[in-house]
Nanobody, 128 residues
Framework: QVHLAESGGGLVQPGGSLRLSCDVS????????VGWFRQAPGEEREFVAA???????????YYTDSVKGRFTISRDRAENTVYLQMNSLKLEDTAVYYC??????????????????WGQGTQVTVSS
């Protein structure tokens, strides 16, 4: 079964930074979008950010309001990797972060149903 591989999670103090990576090499030729989602304990999975991987709008980015100005999603086509740079981390950013690949349309790029392949998740803990 094909899945994506995330890395880069860990424990960080409030105000700190982390960079998550998502290896999409197993399906880079079949996707046009990669998203990051997160799920905190007792909460539903929520959209964080997405980037168009290929096509006419390649490189276009999307963010949920709570991370705008703090998180940056980027892609490296040569390395088949999508990054999520997270700065000014807050306690409420604590969650398991998942990357997902697929062919979302504009109306689904911020939703789980826009993506067909998911990673196992990486834990991000913001704590003093």
């Amino acid at each position: 079964q094909v899945h994506l591989a995330e890395s880069g999670g860990g424990l960080v103090q409030p105000g700190g930074s982390l960079r998550l990576s998502c290896d999409v090499s197993t399906l880079s030729s079949s996707i046009n979008g990669v998203g990051w989602f997160r799920q905190a304990p007792g909460e539903e999975r929520e959209f964080v950010a997405a980037v168009r991987w290929s096509g006419g709008s390649a490189g276009t980015t999307y963010y949920t309001d709570s991370v705008k100005g703090r998180f940056t999603i980027s892609r490296d086509r040569a390395e088949n990797t999508v990054y999520l740079q997270m700065n000014s981390l807050k306690l409420e950013d604590t969650a398991v972060y998942y990357c997902a690949g697929g062919r979302p349309i504009l109306s689904t790029i911020r939703t789980s149903r826009g993506y067909s392949t998911w990673g196992q998740g990486t834990q991000v803990t913001v704590s003093s």
